[in-house]
């Protein structure tokens, strides 16, 4: 009786696979030393694909179902075998299952800001993250470029390599959405179609199906957050130098009263918000300028005007330099103020 176990120990009468564990893309079924019975049961389930293998070579693929093995059933093994059609004798052969379930909440992002195209600001580094789903469209390819002969791969052995590849195809996504980063946050389905398109033959390379994609949040670096904000003031006062002046002595002094009057302090946070001057009499003698009344502005667009030093508006123009170079003004603002600074010469 013991040696008949033993025999019957030796042959394959059912292959099947119940997933166990979650996140498994391959297993090998565990044939050992023994063989599979001629007319062995195989059991497909939903969600998976089998695939018999013969010494290397990717045979007959099986989809869901159940199947008797007989030369019938397995034809390209029995040519690759060459087995008449009298074969009925247990055989070698690896046996492999895939899961072609849907791999959900699969993570992405951007551990370092990257620097892209943008049509507002011409260039700009930003961070972005959010998942996406998968699963297993063509096992024959994914077994002979990823997977191979291992007992078990997972979503973890993968995670890396497809990492890589949204992080190399988030630049041309972004260029072809042909969204601007102002635009992205209000824009992220679209965002996120668009690197669906971009990634989607890339994932087909490794017989992979890229089911979806999200983008959950699109962010600056700290200190570009910063200018975008300052663009975004210098916005809501347009182009009244009277009324920026204004804004950014009502965002410097909060700082100077947490330095404690400190002058450096405060020379240093004014130049780390963009407005490329010193606090002290120039910045007060704007101040006051942007507080006067449309009565005294109209009065010093009189003849008054021509006493206007050249020194005054040659620094002037310095500094408005300093801000367009700063991103703070756009080309057209700056044009116009020189413009007008310099009729005051004439």
Known sequence: MALMDFIRKQFIDIIQWTEDEDGTLAWRFPVADMEIQYGASLTVRQSQIAVFVNEGKVADVFGPGMYKLTTQTIPVLTY???????FES???????????????????GTPQPITVRDKDFGAVRLRAFGNYSFRVADPKLFHTEISGTRERYTTADLDGQLR??????????????????????A?????????????????????LQLDGMTVQNVSLPEELQKILDQKIGMGMVGNDMGKFMQYQTAQAIPKFAEGGGGGSGVV??????????????????????????????????APAAAGVKADDIMAT??????????????????????????KKLI
């Open 80 to 86: 690759l075998k060459n087995w008449d059609k009298l």
């Open 90 to 108: 247990p055989f070698k052969s690896d046996v492999y299952f895939f899961s072609t379930r849907q791999q959900i909440d699969q993570k992405w």
């Open 164 to 185: 890589g590849l949204v992080l190399q195809n988030i630049s041309n996504a972004i260029a072809s959405s042909n969204i601007a980063f102002l635009d992205l946050a």
């Open 187 to 207: 824009n992220q389905l679209a965002f996120a179609q668009a690197l669906v398109t971009q990634l989607a033959p890339e994932f087909a390379k490794i017989g």
């Open 268 to 301: 240093g946070d004014a130049m780390g918000l963009g407005a490329g001057v010193a606090l002290g009499q120039v910045l007060a003698q704007n101040l006051q300028a942007g507080l006067q009344s449309s009565a005294a502005q109209a009065a010093q667009a």
């Open 317 to 342: 123009l310095e500094k408005l330099g300093e801000l367009k170079a700063k991103g703070i003004l756009t080309q057209e603002e700056f044009d116009a103020k020189k413009s007008e600074l310099l």
